[in-house]
């Protein structure tokens, strides 16, 4: 992947050609000396996270959101952390995209939980709310979200790698969840890929005794991209798939393996997978 990165003083950006997701990075500093005159943001609608480094050996952030840009939001957390250095800003070029209160509440919610789940940071963030973004725009968020995590990998900013549970060797994934249990039944989910051509992968996933087991009848996105486990590429690529159809059970010890097989990138099966309620089954982790 090709991207667009410019400095700007201190400030990093980082964009994709024919996109219009914007992501930068900003000294903390910076911002109370006031940034954003110089970074020039056209769309005040942002989500941000802000980044310290922790001398005990754990790094700390915190994940908001601001519909004024950057002025005062940002740098009203000194009270959860007085060490903050960097500032990640997530926005679009320009305004009167679908970036507005809801949905960038909604990405917010999904940062927070993506912070917590990959288990890398001490998270400062109390809470978060899924917002009134409709499922159009959340659909939109998800495909923005999955950009922007590897833009924001580039500026140094890992939400990608997921820590390695020893409980869970044959996923290679740290769900650090083992003590929660999600009713037997079986649960679903559905995400439109742009890099499937605007298709939806769609998927079933049964939970019995405490194991998570893809069902056979998925539609599963033939094409990969960064984040997908080792583990669960070995089984996507021995498995019976046949015109991106699953034909066979597969079993997995985390709700977050059989998210990452069907979308063939990286996941979070805590808030991919929905119950009959269309409610993810994070809220057993609540």
């Given amino acids: 992947m090709k991207y667009i990165i410019k400095q700007l003083g201190r400030s990093v950006e980082v964009s994709e050609a024919n996109s219009s997701i914007l992501v930068y990075r900003i000294p903390y500093q910076d911002l109370i000396g006031g940034a954003d005159s110089i970074l020039k943001v056209k769309n005040k609608f942002i989500v941000y996270i802000l980044f310290g480094e922790n001398e005990n050996g754990r790094d700390v952030v915190y994940v908001g959101k601001s519909k004024n840009g950057l002025k005062n939001r940002p740098t009203s957390h000194e009270d959860l952390y007085s060490h903050w250095d960097y500032c990640y800003i997530l926005t679009q070029f320009e305004e009167r995209t679908f970036f507005n209160d809801g949905t960038i509440q909604y990405i917010e919610d999904q940062v927070n939980k993506r912070v917590n789940s990959i288990n890398h940071y001490e998270n400062k963030t109390t809470q978060t709310t899924g917002g009134t973004a409709n499922r159009n725009d959340e659909e939109d968020c998800d495909v923005y979200l999955q950009k922007a995590y590897l833009m924001l990998d580039v500026l140094g900013l890992d939400l990608i790698t997921f820590m390695q549970d020893k409980s869970d060797p044959d996923d290679g994934i740290d769900d650090l969840q083992s003590d929660i249990i999600v009713p037997d039944g079986v649960y679903h989910m559905s995400r439109k890929l742009k890099n499937w051509g605007n298709k939806t992968a769609k998927g079933q996933m049964q939970v019995a005794n405490g194991k ?3 069902l056979k009848g998925s539609d599963v996105c033939p094409n990969e991209g960064k984040g997908l486990f080792d583990a ?20 997995f010890s985390s709700p977050t393996g059989p998210a990452v097989f069907v979308l063939g990138c990286s996941a979070n099966g805590w808030t991919t997978w929905k119950d009959v309620d269309e409610e993810p089954i994070d809220k057993y982790r609540k």
């Fill in 232 to 251: 669960v590429r070995v089984k996507r690529e021995s498995a019976n798939v046949i015109d991106n159809v699953l034909q066979e059970d597969i079993v």
């Fill in 212 to 214: 998570y087991i893809l």
